[in-house]
């Protein structure tokens, strides 16, 4: 295959948003709605696509800057997925939008492309690139709602701090660049052991990581995840909480354990702190919440924590229990945010005493919240329970050698136990709060009925049948030759 063909699917998205957006001169604003539907179903037929096209097992493209390989293409199906619910709930939020509808399905699907050029970034150039694409989406997202104060806040603090985010990047690979003569992270793994020595050659790795942890909310950098989860759209939020997160992951596997491995295996206590505070912080401070949109940007926080245990493990275990716990969380999150979507369509507010009631009002809107909830909790048989017990597996098996992991597992099954407390609050007050002043159905469209039963349906499928996803985890993780 030469580069073009590689890049095939990231060109049929980009073609497909050019195709949306041209659409939108030519139709009436009452039909402008169904460019969802097609962008879903266009997202969809390139899902479908990625399984019926023979690519290489092991590619690279445009000088070794761009990697086609199972781990890009694990990461490639997961955005896909992750944008059809996502577009699907944008059009259901639609006529909320007081204008530019069709835009905000075409900067999901450019969002979508940064995603998945990341997870092909074989390089620091391709990299920065890619994150830029989705930061500058995200920017116009989470502010979309230009009529309402609170979009704007979360969009001028998404751009203060991502901005900043980005300063620590490139002053990170410059400093990278500098002293190891090279960006391509196959270069950069020959020539960092030679460069553990080198102070600049580490700040300039710090600075990235920096910037990286900016992208998956990670302490100390997750400061702005409340404010700008509580603010913007809903199926903004969703693909943010989601696709923003895995993304900053898959480039943060590429670069530690495909770019330079022995600088990880240095960096393991570095990496255990960063887990666990990052635990901590989340789950204490989702405690006091009332805005579930605000909870569950705090438990975006402390789930990027639970993610970090697995990559701080330094094992072909811890990480391929990463790639599972982000498909879990994928179907997890987008259920919850459906039901969010569709509740303050009728409540105009996210405050958790607004889904009281919910039970009888929507018993499907209620199941949904519930199985999220519980799956977030890690309660069996959902899907997150077997996630985060193959991640503490994955750093107990190394406690042998290392015992910080068993103070990190101490410190996660700890905040396991206090986020029982703010997550079953939110199913206490959908079914035993007191009686609630509005007792009216809410009607559920059919196409989050469908979204929300698909997701409900993975959660309890994978919680018990998680052997091909697994599979595929352990397949993509295989490209990592130095972990053991």
């Known amino acids: 295959m030469n580069d073009y063909q590689l890049i095939s699917l990231e060109l049929a998205v980009v073609l497909l948003a050019i195709g949306v957006l041209l659409a939108d001169l030519w139709m009436s604003a009452t039909q402008r709605k169904r460019l969802g539907y097609v962008a879903a179903a266009g997202v969809g037929a390139v899902l479908i696509a990625s399984f019926l096209v023979d690519f290489p097992d092991f590619g690279f493209a445009f000088g070794k800057m761009y990697a086609m390989d199972p781990l890009a293409m694990f990461f490639k199906r997961f955005f896909l997925v992750a944008a059809i619910i996502v577009l699907l709930l944008a059009v259901d939020f639609s006529d909320r939008v007081k204008a530019g509808a069709t835009e905000l399905y075409v900067i999901i699907l450019f969002a979508l492309v940064g995603m998945m050029f990341c997870a092909s970034a074989n390089d620091f150039v391709l990299m920065f690139a890619a994150l830029e694409t989705i930061t500058v989406s995200f920017y116009v997202l989470t502010s979309f709602m230009r009529n309402r104060l609170q979009s704007l806040e979360a969009g001028v603090k998404y751009l203060i701090l991502g901005a900043l985010s980005t300063g620590f990047t490139v002053f990170g690979i410059a400093l990278v660049f500098g002293t190891a003569n090279t960006m391509n992270f ?21 600075f990235v990581l920096s910037g990286l942890g900016f992208k998956i909310a990670a302490f100390p950098f997750q400061s702005w995840a409340p404010d700008v989860y509580q603010g913007s759209p809903a199926p903004v939020t969703a693909f943010l909480a989601v696709g923003s997160k895995a993304a900053g992951f898959v480039l943060l596997l590429r670069l530690l354990f495909g770019g330079v491995p022995s600088v990880a295996a240095e960096w393991k206590d ?7 505070f990052t635990i901590l912080y989340g789950n204490l401070c989702a405690i006091p919440q009332r805005s579930l949109k605000r909870l569950l940007g705090y438990s975006s926080i402390a789930n990027a924590g639970y993610l970090l245990i697995g990559v701080a493990a330094v094992s072909k275990v811890g990480v391929t229990a990463v790639l599972f716990y982000l498909v879990g969380y994928l179907f997890t999150v987008l259920a919850a945010f459906t039901v969010i979507s569709v509740v303050t369509r009728h409540t105009e507010s996210d405050d958790i005493g607004a889904f009281a009631g919910l039970g009888r009002r929507s018993p499907l809107l209620a199941a949904g919240l519930t199985f999220a909830m519980v799956s977030l909790a890690g309660i069996p048989p959902l899907v997150g329970f077997f996630g985060k017990f193959m991640l503490l597996k994955a750093a107990i098996e190394g406690g042998a050698k290392f015992t910080g992991y068993y103070c990190l597992v101490g410190v996660a099954v700890f905040g396991v136990v206090v986020s029982l407390y703010y997550y079953f609050g939110v199913i206490r007050a959908m079914f035993w709060s007191r009686e609630p002043a509005d007792l009216s159905p809410i009607p559920v469209p059919g196409t989050m009925k469908l979204t929300l039963g698909v997701c409900m349906a993975a959660m309890l499928v994978l919680g018990v049948y998680w052997k091909p996803v697994l599979d595929s985890a352990t397949e993509a993780v295989a490209v990592f030759t130095r972990l053991r």
Request: overall charge negative; glycine content about 8%.
């Open 186 to 206: 196959e270069k950069l793994m020959i020539a960092a052991p030679d460069l553990l020595g080198n102070h600049l050659f580490l700040l300039g790795l710090l």
């Open 270 to 276: 570095l990496l255990v702190y960063l887990a666990a």
